[in-house]
């Protein structure tokens, strides 16, 4: 299986690549996390990025994939968001982006296979962060089966870029999918049964903020609480599987409060609604210890970052994060605190301290990532 999806690989970058001439953009990027939970467990998550874009006339031809490497098959942390925003089993290949795409004046059209997290919560501070739901917020990301990070899913694309005013919508077909062959084969029926996820954001820019509005739309509702088969073609329970509107919406916001020479201080604020997810599990349930999938149906961060206070040469950033997440099974509140060092103009590093805090209990994990951009 891993063969013939490096040949997958090897046989789609080869396509971008022969005619170097006509190659726009071609990148790699390599994303090194040692995490530790300062007790005894160690563990490492590496990233690999491969993309490129190669001009067809008035079209483009564009493709990503992502290599994950995870030494551990459990997670040093038993969160919900998940502190890790890298942080996945280990996959040989997945497709980030592969389509057709075209560009006239300030309209873009893309058609192919795309990941959410292109388009969307790609903001400069919230970017920063090393949390996940500093990502797709968990109101989505926890009550669909949306094109997150490393899935996948079909998707037609439009995005309008005004000089102030920016606009993006999207539709996927319902279910994402992680790989080119197996069970999670993108190929294999990505419509059938899955519904259609819309999502879309309209954004306004300033030169010292940003402010985002978005919603997303899906016409299933895949969670109610239920056990359901680890094979998601044998969906038994009826309840689990509902053909109803599952809707929610989101506020960012990120505002520069100060700035002297090269120094500046920006916040952040972020707040996620999901009214169609049921808000609480029954006694029965949490008595009988069952398998509950964990649906988010209210959030909220804040956060802060500051830019070249530390007196070093090269570019560096500080920033603290906190957020809470109100789900069926209880409420968690996640922060972090984190730097980043410009070592190269194609190297930083970043260590972080997380914390988790869920119903009583407190886990905490320190990480240290290397990023390599080329």
Same mark, same amino acid.
């Given at each position: ?72 098959? #459990? ?14 089993? !280990? ?25 959410? !997290?292109?388009? &969307? ?31 996948? $899913?079909?998707?037609? !694309? ?13 539709? &996927? ?39 985002? &509005? ?38 960012? $916001? #990120?505002?520069?409060? &100060? ?60 920033? $603290? ?7 069926? $099974? ?15 103009? !194609? ?28």
């Amino acid at each position: 299986m891993q063969i013939m999806n490096r040949l997958i690989c090897i046989i789609l970058f080869g396509g971008i690549f022969i005619d170097s001439a006509r190659t726009q953009t071609a990148g790699l990027t390599y994303v090194s996390e040692w995490q530790y939970d300062l007790k005894k467990r160690l563990n490492y998550v590496g990233l690999l990025r491969l993309e490129g874009e190669l001009t067809l006339g008035a079209l483009s031809l564009e493709l990503a994939t992502l290599h994950i490497h995870n030494l551990s098959e #459990e997670r040093l942390m038993h969160d919900w968001q998940t502190f890790s925003n890298i942080e996945e089993s !280990n996959l040989a290949m997945g497709i980030a982006i592969a389509g057709i795409s075209g560009r006239w004046g300030r309209h873009h059209v893309f058609g192919g296979i795309r990941n959410m !997290n292109e388009d &969307y919560f790609i903001s400069e501070v919230t970017s920063f962060f090393t949390n996940s739901s500093c990502g797709i917020f968990p109101t989505i990301s926890l009550n669909y089966p949306v094109a997150n990070y490393p899935a996948s $899913a079909y998707c037609l !694309n439009y995005n309008y870029q005004g000089i102030r005013w920016d606009y993006t919508c999207s539709l &996927y077909s319902g279910v994402a999918r992680t790989g080119v062959a197996g069970k999670e084969c993108l190929f294999d029926r990505p419509f059938r049964d899955g519904g259609i996820t819309g999502v879309s954001t309209i954004n306004y820019h300033t030169e010292h903020g940003s402010y985002f &509005y978005g919603v997303a739309l899906h016409n299933r509702l895949l969670s109610d609480f239920q056990k359901r088969e680890a094979d998601d073609e044998t969906i038994q329970e009826e309840s689990v599987y509902k053909k109803k509107i599952n809707f929610a919406w989101w506020l960012l $916001a #990120e505002q520069e409060v &100060y700035r002297s020479g090269g120094r500046r201080i920006t916040v952040l604020g972020q707040y996620s609604q999901n009214e169609s997810v049921r808000r609480s599990v029954s006694v029965s349930q949490k008595e009988a210890n069952e398998d509950i999938a964990v649906c988010c149906y209210r959030y909220g961060g804040v956060g802060i970052l500051f830019d070249q206070f530390l007196p070093l040469k090269r570019p560096n950033r500080m920033g $603290a994060f906190l957020n809470q997440a109100l789900c069926n $099974a209880g409420k968690e509140t996640a922060m972090e605190v984190t730097a980043q060092f410009e070592l190269t103009p !194609n190297v930083q590093i970043q260590p972080a301290f997380h914390g988790v805090f869920k119903n009583g209990d407190f886990e905490k994990a320190l990480m240290v990532r290397l990023i390599i951009e080329l």
